[in-house]
């Protein structure tokens, strides 16, 4: 707020505090101009509050953060903002217009890919929400006059067999290496063995800690703020995947490991290597996310039901479940026999 005073000499002080701010001070012959000055000054403070940038950190704490734990896609939604933030700078977010969004719009899509531009616009329209509503921001929802652009298709490529053993292969020379049980196997050719083998997420596997395993009832168990849907659910576990946590958990039985994440790499880190493995493999058209849409359309295949097929997955819904496995009409055919 701004206090305003006048001196001996006949002037006048005005002096603007704004928490968070280092206090602003300066002396004028009349009070019109010490008043517009604090005005000036309170809109600028207020300007440098409510952009991309200032409010970007709040809002992953307070919209994606539980019980002081980051939620599932976290990291997706941080990085969506930097991107935002990018292009709309300084800019308040009460000046950020349809145009704005519209400009935004062409110029990503010469650079990301149209699903990619839709996500960081859906979050855009979200973020303006929750500023307007959780902190006050005299601003609108300005993506909605905007089109977006088409979603991309749902990706049905899945790896086959070969294909996986191609890429642990090519995996191996990443610089990140395990101890213990695995020592000299890199942490992202354990991280895609488990994708393979559970069909968790990236996220999932990366906050993965001893704590979490039962090796007894063969699961591992998610905390609603570890998952993308943010409920808590159970991921059975195959022999491949119970062996391998067996040894990346050997050595760290004390109770001073139980809660230390069997993983140091970094989202980014492991979709690099896989991307990496995939083009030295020359293998095109998959991500490591394409992990779980194999898996899921393997156990499928397999003969496991919808509802043993959304244990695994955790999908509560069939028809997103449905979108993630690609069976073939001629594995259908063997199981009617």
């Given at each position: 707020?701004?206090t ?5 000499s006949g ?5 603007v ?24 000054c ?21 919209v994606l953060?539980k ?9 997706s ?68 006059p ?14 086959t ?37 559970t069909?968790?997420r ?7 800690t001893p704590?979490?395993?039962?090796f007894r ?18 991921v ?13 958990c ?14 140091s790499?970094r ?6 290597a ?27 295949e397999?003969?496991?039901n ?15 479940l449905?979108r ?14």
């Amino acid at each position: 707020m701004a206090t305003l005073r006048k001196l001996p000499s006949g002037k006048w002080n005005a002096q603007v505090r704004i928490k968070g701010h280092p206090t602003q001070t300066k002396t004028f012959f009349t009070i019109e101009e010490a008043e517009k000055w604090s005005s000036d000054c309170e809109e600028k403070f207020k300007r440098s509050e409510s952009t991309v940038k200032a409010l970007s950190l709040v809002y992953l704490e307070e919209v994606l953060t539980k019980n002081g734990k980051p939620r599932g896609g976290y990291d997706s939604i941080r990085n969506r903002l930097v991107n935002l933030d990018k292009h709309f700078g300084s800019t308040s977010l009460e000046k950020i217009t349809s145009e704005n969004v519209a400009t935004y719009k062409v110029e990503r899509l010469k650079k990301a890919a149209n699903g990619t531009v839709r996500l960081e616009l859906q979050l855009l329209s979200r973020f303006l929400r929750w500023a307007a509503s959780e902190k006050g921001v005299a601003c609108n929802d300005v993506v909605k006059p905007v089109r977006l652009p088409e979603a991309g298709k749902p990706r049905d490529k899945i790896l086959t067999p070969l294909q996986y053993q191609m890429i642990l292969e090519r995996v191996e020379t990443c610089r990140s290496k395990l101890s213990g049980g695995l020592q000299g196997m890199s942490e992202a050719k354990a991280i895609i063995i488990l994708a393979w083998e559970t069909a968790m997420r990236r996220g999932e596997i990366l906050a993965l800690t001893p704590a979490m395993i039962d090796f007894r009832q063969r699961v591992i168990h998610l905390a609603d703020h570890q998952t993308k849907n943010a409920e808590a659910r159970d991921v059975p576990l195959s022999s491949t995947a119970l062996d391998l946590l067996k040894s990346l958990c050997e050595g760290k039985e004390e109770e001073r490991y139980r809660h230390t994440k069997l993983f140091s790499l970094r989202p980014y880190s492991v979709s690099q290597a896989f991307r990496r493995a995939c083009r030295e493999a020359r293998i095109e058209g998959v991500c490591f996310h394409s992990l779980r849409h194999t898996c899921i359309t393997r156990y499928a295949e397999k003969g496991l039901n919808t509802i043993q097929l959304q244990c695994i997955s955790g999908h509560k819904d069939i028809t997103m479940l449905a979108r993630y496995s690609h069976i073939k009409a001629s594995s259908v055919a063997a199981l009617m026999e």
